[in-house]
């Protein structure tokens, strides 16, 4: 798992009747501390995030695939919760009430 | 998943049935404001993807099974969509129709 | 599996319940010699892990399942144990009793 | 899948039935403009290949089993076939013939 | 699959039954000419590696799984082969003779 910032959306038919309907995100990987890292990546949402949230995400296809309730989706990466905090060597980094 | 660009094909005989007439193409991995990453990657394509197209690929070898609808194809790399348009931070960064 | 070091934690609800009340850890991934990589990851503890211990971690789909005890659960990365010491090249370069 | 030019090869007692017999093949990894990449990697011989030669590989697990058709083979890497030749924005920039 | 060349031990009480009393190796990825790579890692050891020798390691789920002969352990990386010899482009670039 990682975390990461949602920064867009990407729209594209999907040629997979297990993907009708999802959101695709558009996500910027995020340092612990916040920073943005170099990579970014494209996931389905199952979390009800918004451009702007800090999310955690799950990277693996049996994952995406338990996250999705269908055993044939062609996924890989899911957004599994909109994070609250983030503690980093007993200091608070990030605090999505503040 | 990931967006990339069409940018070429590769010709090359594959030892295995399921693969039999099945086009690879040559991706260029992109960044979200459609500027080119270092990777590249072959890819089979499952819509109707050409070179100069923006697209949306999923890289992991059960959802490449999936798309393909056998569960013995050795893919891992598959064309799933060609993008219609993404957005990043509220901006329109890419429009297939302009 | 890889070094790392327990650095902080992420609190966040996430949406699948073989993750209910599961602990999620940052680490920093570690060189055999006990430097930093750049690398951090969030995982989930198998091991009884706290901040600042030096631990185990596998970083696989189904062996986090394994570990997790149920084949649905959406996890990569388990910190599997605390470490001892570890030698490189011959000399002890990590005691966790000293 | 990936192109790469076969560069040597290793000679090892592989502690595993499924791949007694098995030639393994040093393989560089090329850019699609047959330029090297800095990676290489050691992979499963499926299509003949000779030291010198451009080929396409796949680097799944699965799809590695059922190109050597044993379900229980230790493999991830596999050639898969010869390259005829390559085209990147519309130009030849590869031909086995030639 | 690739090349590595085993330079520590760690120990480190692991919490699965697969893996009691299993030797876990440090290991230094190697280029095929025999110069270090950047990256390390952990592994299992299937072939009575010892520290200095250079093995041949699968580094794959469960290709992990045969060679440890458990499906339910969680491994990924495990050493098969103790090299005999390496070729690179016709020479001749290690022998474990010599």
Redesign the interface.
């Known amino acids: ?3 990461a910032e949602v ?10 009747p ?2 009708d309907g999802e959101r ?1 995100l ?1 996500l910027r990987v995020l ?2 501390d916040g920073s943005p890292a170099a990579e ?4 389905l949402d ?2 009800g995030a918004g ?1 702007g949230e800090r ?2 995400v ?10 999705v309730g269908r055993k ?7 957004i ?11 200091r608070l ?1 990030y605090d999505a009430l503040h």
């Not at 920064?7 to 997979?16: K, L, N, R």
Request: no cysteine; charged share 15%.
């Open positions: 798992m990682f975390l920064i867009g959306t990407v729209v594209s038919p999907v040629q997979h297990a993907l695709l558009l340092q612990p970014t990546r494209i996931a199952r979390a451009v999310v955690l799950v990277d693996e296809g049996n994952s995406g695939r338990q996250l044939d989706a062609p996924v890989k990466t899911v599994v919760g909109v994070v609250d905090y983030v503690t980093l060597d007993g980094t």
